[in-house]
């Protein structure tokens, strides 16, 4: 009987260990107005989508199937919201990195965007200002992501980043400002915010597609031309080609077929510039901890690279709820365990000396450290100050160990 009480309460500690973010599932951010939303006739071509190719949907309105804020689907049109968007630029970039990258890659995208909104609706201190000065129609847009677009779009991305990587940012925007030298400045401090607020390393593709250049909001693309000299991240992608408008009276939106086309050159610009950061990277999101003694303990007390310890490691399995996260951490396992306290340390506990291979890998699955070594007791590895700001995801494996954490170092 106590064999299998404790088995139990094993599985239970197991089953509320957070899996770790899946290095191969790469996300995307998409945001701007009109032509993000997307104006093109959505035909039936467009309505078989491969399952890799995924949409976390953003916005409340929930008239549109299967589409519910929060939640993951796969990624059929409209993906900004129902009131109006269409067929878009992100649809063919998400299909086209699916079918260019190794199939191991999953890509999941987040759309927020508002028909003739200013880059000031994405402005995450004036927001407010601009917004309560327009017109109805586009203040319905606007609460349809909960009043604040450049929030929902920080709030879905947090979340998407629970379960995947991100790797880069789609934009189109900036026909409402075409006559606004400050534009280019304004946009990159929208790019700033996201890193910062997201904790995203100072690497992250910004791709701005190029307006209609036969239209009333051409000059827009004299201020798009100047995006690379804000950021070495930030690149063009062209519009030449595009000239046959949907029929609006302005030539402000392209065809679908243009937006199908659009998307392939947003995804095969994104795969030009992350190259190799696109290939799967083997990847551990379990934790699988054994034992051939459910009564033994350890304790010692050592550093190495940086990683104290100073007590034991206990033998039964409990868990609880870091009240400041809100993730469930388990404490103990019969044979260690490896969890993150509230003060964001991670803490590796182990019942005997164990030789371990423990790294540390950025947001986008690069290793950045290596704390491997001889492991007994209770260590605590201490990550603040020796990287930057972010998350991070630790992987700890040896023989009868296997675990991997999210930590976000502040």
């Not at 934009?171 to 904790?199: M, R």
């Not at 062209?238 to 000239?243: A, I, L, Q, V, Y």
Request: with cysteine; glycine share 10%.
């Amino acid at each position: 009987m106590k064999k299998i009480l404790l088995g139990a309460a094993f599985a239970m500690a197991l089953s509320q260990v957070n899996a770790a973010p899946d290095p191969n599932f790469h996300i995307y951010l998409a945001f701007g107005q009109s032509n993000m939303e997307g104006q093109g006739n959505i035909e039936q071509q467009d309505k078989s989508v491969d399952e890799r190719f995924q949409v976390l949907w953003a916005a409340d309105n929930g008239s549109c199937s299967g589409k519910t804020k929060g939640k993951w689907s796969t990624a059929v049109p409209p993906l900004a919201h129902c009131q109006g968007a269409k067929l878009g630029p992100t649809d063919y970039f998400g299909r086209t990195m699916v079918e260019k990258t190794d199939p191991q890659i999953k890509v999941g995208v987040i759309v927020v965007a508002v028909a003739g909104c200013s880059i000031q609706l994405f402005d995450k201190n004036s927001y407010a200002n601009y917004a309560r000065t327009q017109q109805s129609w586009m203040t319905q847009r606007i609460n349809d992501y909960g009043g604040n677009p450049y929030g929902r779009l920080i709030e879905m991305a947090k979340k998407a980043q629970e379960e995947g990587v991100i790797k880069g940012i789609i934009f189109h925007q900036g026909e409402t400002d075409a006559g606004d030298g400050n534009w280019p400045s304004a946009v990159k401090k929208v790019y700033d915010n996201i890193i910062k607020d997201l904790g995203l390393e100072n690497d992250i593709p910004f791709l701005a597609g190029e307006v209609l250049r036969t239209g009333v909001s051409k000059g827009a693309n004299n201020n798009i031309a100047k995006l690379p000299q804000q950021s070495k991240n930030f690149y063009v992608v062209s519009s030449e080609g595009f000239n046959q408008a949907l029929g609006d009276g302005q030539n402000v939106h392209f065809t679908a077929q243009e937006y199908r086309d659009f998307g392939k050159r947003y995804a095969e610009k994104m795969i030009e510039v992350l190259g190799d950061k696109l290939n799967p990277v083997a990847e551990s999101s379990s934790c699988e901890v054994t034992s051939s003694s459910s009564e033994a303990k350890s304790s010692s007390s050592h550093t190495h690279h940086g990683v104290s310890s100073s007590s034991e490691a206990g033998s039964s399995p409990e868990s609880s709820s870091d009240a400041g996260t809100g993730i469930a951490q388990v404490e103990h396992f019969v044979g260690g365990s490896l969890t993150v306290n509230k003060a964001g340390n991670v803490q590796l506990s182990l019942a005997k000396a164990t030789q371990l291979t423990v790294k540390v890998y950025s947001s986008l699955g690069k290793e950045v450290l290596d704390l491997s070594g001889n492991y007994a007791g209770t260590n605590t590895l201490v990550l603040a100050g020796r990287l930057p700001a972010g998350r991070y995801v630790v992987s700890a494996q040896g023989e009868g160990f296997k675990a991997t954490k999210t930590v976000t170092v502040k």
